[in-house]
């Protein structure tokens, strides 16, 4: 007997849709929310698809975040776009102030935005990947929560803090990459306590200090940075940029505003957009002809690029129109339903 369920794509987006309006969020949010979780379920990312909709839930029965809250947007300066979240779901107000950031990066060769006031659940990449498919690079930064042991340290001090940037291409899927500063993401260690896995040596430590494999223990403990000093470092500048430089919280402010409660991280994110037309001078033929012989190269050695394996998975599910979950957490989702 398959331990798997199949859904359709549509299936994947009304079951995504209908739990979270069960749930609290109203339909805008729960759109927009849901754009994000189908498009990683479509492209295989299982720890940021459906499996996210057991945090968004719980983290709305808490009672802290607003499910009807409605973003505000500042024109804040020409090159600077702020939006209030306004204690709901980063996402919607992502929504609301992306064609502002798109409008001053392609007038004035780089834009930043600020999301203040915001609870965060998703991946990156399809927010960077909305620019990249207006010929924009993107680069977009969080926080999180303090899972996360400094090189050399304890205890966590520091989030899992991911970094995605996408660059454009032509004719083809853009450049992208998204990953956690953290060795893994805080959603794969719980898949592998779900599913009762070891985790790979050098990944956590307990909560004496201890290395573990063991992935509750991780859970307890606290998380180890991805290469060392040079992991722990970029995690120390990701808190700065989307925290202090746009007037938010740390990881650890935002564990301490938690107050032990198991919800989504609460604080703030920076997206920067660069326009490549504008800042090569209006040469973009020449230089897209540059980064694609860049591309060749990797690819020639045997490399490959990043999210290469994510856009075969998102071509097949797409030609079958359908994703594969585990029926254990497809039965978990079914119970949020009213």
């Not at 999301?115 to 990249?132: D, R, T």
Request: net charge negative; with cysteine; charged share 20%.
């Amino acid at each position: 007997m398959s331990d798997t369920i199949t859904l359709s794509l549509a299936e994947v987006r009304e079951l995504s849709e209908s739990i979270l309006m069960d749930n609290g969020f109203s339909d805008d949010h729960a759109k927009s929310i849901t754009d994000v979780i189908a498009a990683c379920q479509q492209d295989d990312c299982h720890s940021h698809g459906l499996f996210r909709l057991l945090m968004c839930t719980q983290s709305m029965k808490i009672g802290r975040i607003s499910g009807s809250a409605k973003p505000t947007i500042v024109d804040a300066a020409p090159s600077v776009v702020k939006a209030d979240a306004s204690g709901g779901i980063s996402l919607l107000a992502l929504d609301a102030a992306l064609p502002l950031l798109i409008e001053k990066a392609k007038k004035n060769g780089i834009a930043a935005l600020a999301i203040n006031h915001c609870f965060h659940f998703s991946a990156l990449w399809p927010e960077v990947e909305k620019l990249s498919a207006v010929g924009l690079a993107g680069l977009a930064m969080v926080p999180s929560h303090a899972w996360v042991a400094p090189a050399g340290g304890k205890r966590g001090t520091l989030g899992t803090n991911p970094l995605a940037f996408s660059w454009p291409r032509q004719g083809t899927n853009p450049f992208t990459f998204d990953f956690a500063t953290s060795q893994f993401a805080r959603g794969e260690i719980e898949l592998y306590r779900r599913a009762g896995k070891p985790l790979p040596e050098g990944v956590a430590i307990d909560k004496d200090g201890n290395p573990t494999t063991d992935a509750q223990a991780a859970m307890d403990g606290s998380m180890l940075t991805f290469g060392d000093y040079k992991g722990s470092a970029l995690s120390i500048m990701i808190e700065l940029l989307a925290g202090p430089l746009i007037d938010d919280l740390t990881s650890k402010e935002s564990m301490e505003a938690a107050n032990g409660q198991p919800e989504a991280p609460y604080h703030g994110e920076i997206i920067i957009a660069f326009d490549p037309n504008l800042l090569s001078g209006g040469n973009v033929p020449a230089n897209n002809d540059r980064a694609e012989r860049l591309f060749a190269d990797i690819i020639e050695q045997g490399a490959r690029l990043p999210s290469q394996r994510r856009y075969q998975a998102r071509e097949r599910n797409l030609v079958r129109n359908a994703v594969d979950i585990p029926k254990t957490l497809y039965n978990d989702l079914l119970k949020l339903k009213n």
